[in-house]
């Protein structure tokens, strides 16, 4: 009996040496992984390339060392999730949209620096409560409709919206037509999302919107109720997209230039997004110039350089909801002429659109040579 039980007792015991040696392992593996990554993030970071860039950048050093990127369609936003290259979970985000829950789920992993991260926190990712009315708007991470009706509404009431640089981040104005502030958005992780907040924070926006989108068809909430999983490959700054049900693929690396991009894409193959829409997308995907000059960056991270740029000098930024999203500028003092550049998603892609087809001296009106020798 007792040799029975002594077996019984070192059978136990080496079980249970057994599990706390594989976490150990799987600790050890972890900060192995993470360790090598921080080391890799520091050097891809560039705070000029704002929110959006930065999460792009690295985004991309996650997949170069065989991580994995995910995010998920939830009732009141997206839930994304970042793995190691053992399969473990090594960070968990909470956004608006797609990108800035995975920039969430970044810093959750510890990858970027923390006087980054912190000013990432205030000006990149988004807080609980502007998830919240944002979600109230329509749900399950869709914000460009109700983006796109805002600046629709606010345009209808005679006024403007506005974008500037705000830190890292980017800051929308409601203005009426008097020119005086409706409201300002908080320093968000883009133009679209700093839009949606802001008229998520709007009572009179807020309500027009929700009425507008009431019984409108959701296509967040269709992959939600069929389990779909969003997977990201980042690589020269672009970004290939896979929707998964389980072991079902309904759309393979589907190539964006940036993860919101890439997503819409995949919907459209995967035939979950109305027609209308898919053929807007294409359009532009058809006469945008930007595939042909890609320098290796995702388009937030050029579109926030030449944003960056125009807050910096002090110009005057009008976005548009006409088809797709404007942005305008004034052209130099005395032509009496507007510049003005187009996008489908986002108010930094038609930036990048507008530097493209228009003159860029007159756009980004570069300062005078101070030295010619580096320090």
């Known amino acids: 009996m007792e040799r029975h039980e002594s077996r019984e007792m070192t059978a136990t015991y080496a079980f249970k040496r057994y599990i706390i040696d594989r976490?150990?392992?799987?600790?050890?593996s972890m900060s192995q992984f993470k360790e090598n990554l921080i080391t890799r993030v520091k050097s891809a970071v560039r705070p000029r390339e704002g929110a959006c860039g930065i999460c792009h950048a690295v985004a991309e050093e996650i997949c170069r060392v065989g991580g994995r990127i995910v995010?998920?369609?939830r009732p009141g936003g997206i839930l994304a999730r970042i793995f190691d290259d053992q399969?473990?979970?090594i960070g968990e985000g909470f956004g608006v949209v797609w990108s800035p829950a995975v920039l969430a789920a970044e810093?959750?992993?510890g990858l970027i620096e923390e006087d980054v991260a912190e000013a990432l926190r205030r000006e990149g990712i988004n807080a609980e409560e502007d998830i919240r009315l944002t979600a109230e708007l329509q749900g399950y991470g869709r914000v460009l409709t109700a983006a796109a009706l805002a600046l629709v509404a606010v345009k209808e009431l005679g006024g403007r919206t506005l974008i500037r640089r705000s830190g890292l981040g980017v800051v929308a104005t409601f203005l009426d037509?008097?020119?005086n502030v409706i409201v300002q958005s908080p320093p968000s992780y883009c133009p679209t999302c700093a839009v949606a907040i802001g008229a998520a924070r709007t009572p009179l926006l807020a309500e027009r919107i929700k009425e507008a989108l009431r019984d409108a068809p959701n296509t967040g909430q269709k992959k939600f109720e069929m389990g779909i999983e969003n997977r990201y490959v980042v690589k020269g700054g672009?970004?290939?997209v896979t929707l998964a049900r389980e072991d079902e693929i309904l759309a393979r690396n589907v190539q964006g230039c940036c993860m919101a991009y890439g997503t819409a894409k995949a919907e459209i193959v995967a035939g979950l997004v109305p027609e209308a829409s898919a053929k807007l997308f294409k359009t532009y995907c058809n006469l945008c110039p930007f595939k042909h000059c890609w320098?290796?960056?995702s388009m937030g991270a050029t579109g926030n350089v030449i944003l960056h740029r125009l807050s910096e000098i002090g110009t005057e930024i009008e976005i548009t909801a006409e088809g797709g999203i404007v942005a305008r500028i004034p052209g130099p003092e005395g032509e009496g002429q507007t510049i003005e550049g187009r996008g489908t998603l986002c108010s930094l892609s038609a930036l990048t659109n507008m530097l493209l087809r228009g003159d860029?001296?007159?756009?980004?009106?570069p300062s005078r040579t101070r030295k010619w020798e580096g320090d």
Request: proline fraction near 0%.
């Open 23 to 28: 976490e150990q392992s799987i600790l050890l």
């Open 295 to 297: 320098m290796e960056k």
């Open 107 to 109: 810093i959750d992993a």
């Open 177 to 179: 037509k008097d020119g």
């Open 87 to 89: 399969g473990n979970v």
């Open 71 to 73: 995010a998920y369609e």
């Open 360 to 365: 860029a001296q007159k756009i980004l009106r």
């Open 238 to 240: 672009g970004v290939k």
